[in-house]
C-alpha cells in the first residue's frame, strides 16, 4: 500500500459514520475551510523560518486538509481524490506545452504570455466571462486586490507608469482626510480600504508582493518590539514605566541592535 493509499484508507475510517471519529464525522466543507486556510498558512510560516522538519509535518497537514475535503466531495458524490489529482496533473501538462506539448511547443520554447492565454481560454469554458473571473472572493485581501489589478491591467485597464499610481494614492488620502472630518466611520472604513488598494497597485507596479512585503514588515517589528522588552525588562523595569519618549529611544536602541 502507497503511503497516498494509506492516508485515503485513515480518512475514510475516520469518515466512518458508525466506527470513525465523531469530531470528524460531523465536519462539512464550511467547518474545514478554516483549518485548510490556517493549514496553508503555517506551510509558508515553515518556509520564512527555513525549518525544513516543520515544512515536513505542515505540509503533510495542508494534504490532509486536501483529502478531508476530497473525501467529503467523494461522499456526496461529487468527485474524489483521484479526480482531484487527475484534474491539477492535467491542467499542469496543458498549461506547459513547451514541455508536454508537440515537437514544435516543445522546440519553441516558453511563449511570453501564453500561461495567461491558456487560463484564459480556461475561464472561457465557464459562465462567467468577466476578465476578474476565477480570482477567490476568500483570498487575503491585499492578494486580492493584486490579482484584481494584474487581471484588469492585461486588458489595458491600467496606469502607464508609477507616476499615476502616487497620484491615486495622493487622491485617496486627500480623500480619507475628508471622510475623517466627517467623522462618518462608515465613509472612513471606505476611504481607507481605497487607499489600501491603490497602495497595492503602486507594490504591483514595483514588482512588490504586497502579502510579503507587509509579511516582512511584520516580522521586523516583532523582533524589534520583542528586543526592546528584553532590554527593558533587564532593567528591572516594565513598558508602562516608560515615557513615550524614553520608549522611543529603547525602540531606536533595539533597532541598532537587530536591524
Known sequence: ?????????????????????????EQDFSTIAPFTIEEAYEVADAIE???FDGLRDEL???????VFHSRMAEEAGHFDFGDVAGTIADKMLRRHPHVFGSDEERAAGPQAGSWERIKAEERAAHPDESVLAGIAKALPALKRSQKLGERASTVGFDWPD???VRAKIREELDELEAAVGTRSPDSIEEEFGD???????????????????????????????????????????SLPDFSLESLDKEWRAAKRRVG
Open 49 to 51: 523560518r527555513e525549518d
Open 195 to 237: 487607499l489600501l488598494f491603490a497602495i497595492v497597485n503602486l507594490a504591483r507596479h514595483l514588482d512588490v508582493d504586497p502579502e510579503k512585503a507587509l509579511t516582512r514588515a511584520n516580522y521586523k517589528f516583532e523582533n524589534r518590539f520583542r528586543e526592546m522588552e528584553q532590554a527593558i525588562t533587564g532593567k528591572g523595569k
Open 162 to 164: 508609477r507616476k499615476g
Open 60 to 66: 503533510g497537514d495542508l494534504l490532509f486538509q486536501v
Open 1 to 25: 500500500m502507497s503511503d497516498i493509499d494509506k492516508l485515503l484508507e485513515v480518512m475514510a475510517s475516520l469518515r466512518d459514520p458508525e466506527s470513525g471519529c465523531p469530531w470528524d464525522v
